[in-house]
């Protein structure tokens, strides 16, 4: 049995006054290494990207006022439009604490109970043991195994593609 979710982290929409805590958040070490961020990316690149994608749904956890992950849902277009991809970010400071999870069951309340999508979807690095456990927990599955997905920290790295199907 999962513990009661914690009450400290908030999980809100994620605001432009937002991007620099989340920049902050995403250029940490183990957060930029877990996704197809770059280091060292500027608040103005991340404001662009952001306004890139109007579409997806942002949502940030917060402790004490601060911005330390960010969670987001693209819904996919035409014969996908049941489709939803995910991709989130913990500022390493606070991983382990909780607030993947949280984000991870906000996300899923919106797709199941309000977007009425039947896939969830994912790309996770195949040694993020900690990530795809957490993907794990809310019913995501293997799908198949991408080589060589990406170049990271000087060696390319494999990548697990995760669904979760709502029966």
């Given at each position: 049995?999962?513990?009661?979710?914690?009450?400290?982290?908030?999980?809100?929409?994620?605001?432009?006054?937002?991007?620099?805590?989340?920049?902050?958040?995403?250029?940490?070490?183990?957060?930029?290494?877990?996704?197809?961020?770059?280091?060292?990316?500027?608040?103005?690149?991340?404001?662009?990207?952001?306004?890139?994608?109007?579409?997806a749904?942002?949502?940030?956890?917060?402790?004490?006022?601060k911005?330390?992950?960010?969670?987001?849902?693209?819904?996919?277009?035409?014969?996908?439009?049941?489709?939803?991809?995910i991709?989130?970010?913990?500022?390493?400071?606070?991983?382990?604490?909780?607030?993947?999870?949280?984000?991870?069951?906000?996300?899923?309340?919106?797709?199941?109970?309000?977007?009425?999508?039947k896939?969830?979807?994912?790309?996770?690095?195949?040694?993020?043991?900690?990530?795809?456990?957490?993907?794990?927990?809310?019913?995501?599955?293997?799908e198949?195994?991408?080589?060589?997905?990406?170049?990271?920290a000087?060696?390319?790295?494999?990548?697990?593609?995760?669904?979760?199907?709502?029966?």
């Amino acid at each position: 049995m999962d513990p009661p979710p914690r009450t400290d982290i908030l999980i809100r929409a994620l605001e432009p006054a937002d991007l620099p805590d989340l920049t902050e958040a995403w250029n940490q070490p183990q957060a930029y290494s877990g996704t197809l961020q770059l280091p060292y990316t500027s608040l103005e690149a991340r404001q662009r990207r952001h306004a890139a994608n109007p579409n997806a749904t942002r949502l940030a956890a917060v402790i004490d006022g601060k911005v330390i992950g960010m969670i987001f849902l693209a819904r996919e277009e035409n014969r996908r439009s049941h489709v939803g991809s995910i991709g989130m970010a913990v500022h390493d400071a606070y991983a382990g604490r909780g607030a993947g999870t949280a984000l991870m069951a906000a996300v899923i309340d919106l797709a199941d109970n309000w977007l009425q999508l039947k896939r969830l979807e994912l790309g996770v690095y195949a040694d993020n043991a900690r990530a795809i456990a957490l993907y794990e927990r809310f019913g995501f599955e293997r799908e198949g195994l991408n080589r060589a997905y990406a170049w990271r920290a000087g060696a390319y790295a494999d990548s697990l593609m995760m669904a979760r199907l709502r029966l």
